[in-house]
């Protein structure tokens, strides 16, 4: 919101420059974006969070900076006194309204208004603030709505038909053209006004353009209402219409506002419009609106705060918020005016002394106490993930993150069915449109992306994908995946093996690792259920002592069709005596391998006849099995 | 003996002075002590000479025998120290080193590491949560009912929900790894101290300091007596420990639905230390982190009684915290792949 300085210098007198008054009022909480000098003015750009409506009015704004200063407020003077209001002429109007979609209801009518150009200071005064003057009395109503915080309409009374204003909720679908001058379908549930025969307004967001004020309107009805938050913002987010009134209903009004704001909007209107108070003043509701009380315990103060706040210092601070502390027994009370409707529990007035007291001034200390040393729900040990990590970059691969979110065409390029994927409804663009179920897309994408500036490219991503072909079945697994488009399958396979080796997984048993790794177009490329082998890994090493007695090794070279897996070869030469502690293929030569066999007994030294009775089963049992013969 | 004794010395060093390589020297070496070296097969000769006269040829042998080795020693060290000469000056020591090819980590894995070193060393333990999410744990569990106007500030993507048993709009894809405080919380008594790195997603359009995936931070602790000081503590070690100590860390007031008191953090620019740059706008402060005491409503929905517990939550940006620390003034470079960028880290 833009706020100018010399506005909120009829309410408040400023002592500090505005680079001071920008800080202070940051530190307290009302961000101020950026300061900037227009036309001899200084313009706040203010940042408005959600829990404070009243910081969308200059007075607002005005008592914060009071609060800040130490100093008292000056509110506009009001002349007249609706309260005890004895209308000449009474023009007739019946409202009828719902508390649950409208709280509080509050208007009058002025009869004998002259509509036209406001004169020039309520003009300058709009436009520095962003708003685009209209005529006198739709520029007095924005003018108030923006000095307190209170969102006002005037509505054209003789448009009314039937003298009758009923607020409902809309059924839906209903045509409805603002007053300046757009055309909306309606929400259902929207809350509108009608008279006799239409729609007239669309509460709380805009004001209808069959009733609106303009340059022949000579009776006005103006109406100050509160309006129900939640289903202001429904329709406001439905038909993307925002308005500063709507932000102001959403954040909940001054419920307790809604008279003086009406004073100030009728002072004003009789003085730059003429006419004359034609009806009584309207206020339906079903509760008074007064402000409430909330309880703080100073002890309770310290304990949030970690300081000891002098009392004399809580006092005097919740004083200058005007919240009209009173001390007794150990309990301090105050009572929260009705535009403070964010303050409602203890911790909320903790924070009002917190924050004027300074957080800048709060020591800084660590939490002292017990540490909990059982394991957390969700705990994650990046550990694991390091040491893979470590391994994957000492054989070249640099780690990449890439989006989970992927495109239709990607998975298609993979070979995978949309349907089977998690879809986004509202996707920020075509391309990030599904959740991806597998990495490899994005690393080959990857890899492409190099290939003008590398010749050797070895890349892997640890990430999440996201499986199950609906939400029901929907689950999120880390896989690791990694491409190269120069190692060849045996030093990928390799390095798969190395990691699950660290992981304490035994990859021979993994049968299945052949299946993760993949041929592609543009290399090589792994992907390994990540989450899976976190389940299996065996974190705990255990010491083996040495052996006491020398292994024997020998070489084979056997005969072998090609046909037969090394794997299959190596399995059944390790079933032939439990001494064998290792085979491993040493070389291959069109159809000769040599076998490397390490024989380790624990108990004895092996003897040459130990190990040729060994050697001779294998020979024999692989000559049944795969009709091998030994190299001569 | 005696004259074949003095025979095999003088044979013996005027071999070794003419040696010119190790490998020569180590061959007279043999020649003459080795096991059937000349010296070693003359000493077991000494046996054959008659008993009186054992003595003095075997004290004679000796002494020859350590002349040998002292002038072997002797050209040893000299031959070697040649050797070293020579080899050096084949080497081109101005020449770059060959590297072996390592790969590199990741910018984000670098910020999630040393962060959670950070954190460990005051008592925290870290958790990771799902991303697919229930407006529950992301919004309602942290006291953002359905039409709570802060929502506006976390637009979110939704997941399609045909052929499921969820009603539309209620699973999502996170917008803060908050999500887990609920999730933790309803799940163990405190006291605790947590930490969650992870990645989150906002319906928003992509640019230099937007995404609609982004890496965030949450830590939260609940214990009898944390206090607000404690947060501002914490945050300050953090940041200066992440940083550097030159950095200053200074606290605003500021709203979040999920906790009351809240707070903002600012830290002086890492790139300019607080002169004034383009990354922060020429303001010397960079917003940081969102924090504050978790507000009673959270730790009555997890069940936990606000009377006897209470605790501190913080949330930041950490592809924020990541380019700010390697002066990257652009979120996309992290979700880059382009080996140009990773090979910098």
Known sequence: MLVPLSWLKEYVDITFSPAQLGERLTEAGLGVEKIEKIDGDIIFDLEITPNRPDWLSIIGVAREIAAIEGKKIKLPRIKNDLEKNKPKNVLPLTIKTDYKINPRFTGIIIDGVRVKESPGWLKEKLLKMNQRPINNIVDITNFVMLEFGNPIHAFDYNKIEGNIMQVKQARGGEPFKSVDGFNYRLPKDAVVICDSKKIIDLCGIKGGYNSGTFDSTKTIFVRVPVENPVLIRHASQYLALRSEASSIFERGVNAGGTIEALKRCVDLILELAGGEIASKTYDLKDQEFNPWKVKLRPERLNKITGIEIKETEVLNILEKLNLKPKKSAEIITVTVPTYRNDLKIEEDIIEEVARLYGYNKFPKTLPFGEIQTTEIPYFKNYKTDEKVKNILTSCGFSEIYTYSLISERALEGMGINPDKALRIDNPVSLEYEYLRPTLKPNLIKALIQNKPNFDEINLFELGKVYSGKNIDEAKEEYYLSGISNKKNYYEIKGIVEAILDELGIPSGDEAGLTKNIEVVDEGIIFELNYSKLLEKTTNKKIFKPLPKYPPVMEDISLVINTEIKTADIISEIKKQSEIIKNVTLLDQFDDTRTFHIIYQDMQKNLSKEDTVKIREKILKTLKEKFDAEIRK | ?345
């Open chain 2, 1 to 345: 003996m005696e004259e074949e004794l003095v025979g095999i010395k003088n044979a013996a060093i005027s071999f070794i002075l003419e040696c010119n390589s190790l490998e020569e020297l180590e061959e007279v070496k043999l020649q003459f002590l080795g096991r059937s070296g000349k010296l070693t097969q003359a000493i077991k000769n000494i046996a054959t000479v008659p008993l009186e006269r054992r003595p003095e040829v075997g004290m004679l042998a000796n002494e020859i025998k350590n002349i040998i080795e002292d002038t072997i020693e002797q050209k040893y060290q000299t031959l070697k120290s040649e050797h070293y000469k020579k080899r050096k000056s084949a080497i081109d020591v101005t020449k770059p080193g060959i590297k072996p090819e390592i790969g590199h980590i990741h910018p984000i894995t670098h910020t999630i590491l040393e962060t959670i070193d950070i954190f460990k060393s005051i008592g925290f333990q870290v958790a990771d949560g799902p991303e697919i999410e229930t407006d529950y744990y992301n919004f309602e569990a942290l006291n953002i009912p359905k039409d709570h106007p802060s929502r506006d500030t976390q637009q979110t993507l939704y997941l399609d929900t045909r052929e499921s048993k969820v009603e539309p709009g209620e699973v999502i894809l996170r917008t803060q790894t908050s999500n887990m405080q609920g999730r933790i919380l309803e799940k163990m008594k405190p006291p605790m101290r947590v930490i969650v790195p992870g990645k989150v997603y906002r319906y928003e359009q992509t640019d230099a300091s937007h995404g609609f995936e982004f890496w965030q931070l949450e830590g939260f602790a609940v214990d009898k007596n944390i206090t607000m000081s404690d947060l501002f503590g914490t945050i300050d070690y953090f940041i200066k420990k992440f940083y550097g100590e030159d950095i200053k860390v200074k606290f605003v007031c500021h709203n979040f639905p999920f906790v009351e008191p809240g707070a903002e953090a600012y830290i002086t620019c890492a790139v300019c230390k607080g002169k004034g740059c383009t990354f922060c706008k020429r303001s010397g402060w960079v917003e940081m982190l969102g924090a504050g005491m978790i507000h009673p409503n959270v730790l009555k929905t997890a069940k936990i009684d606000p009377n006897i517990w209470q605790g501190f939550a913080f949330g930041t940006g950490f592809s924020r915290m990541a380019t700010l620390k390697y002066q990257m003034d652009d979120l996309r470079l992290l979700t880059n792949p382009d080996l140009r960028i990773l090979e910098q880290f």
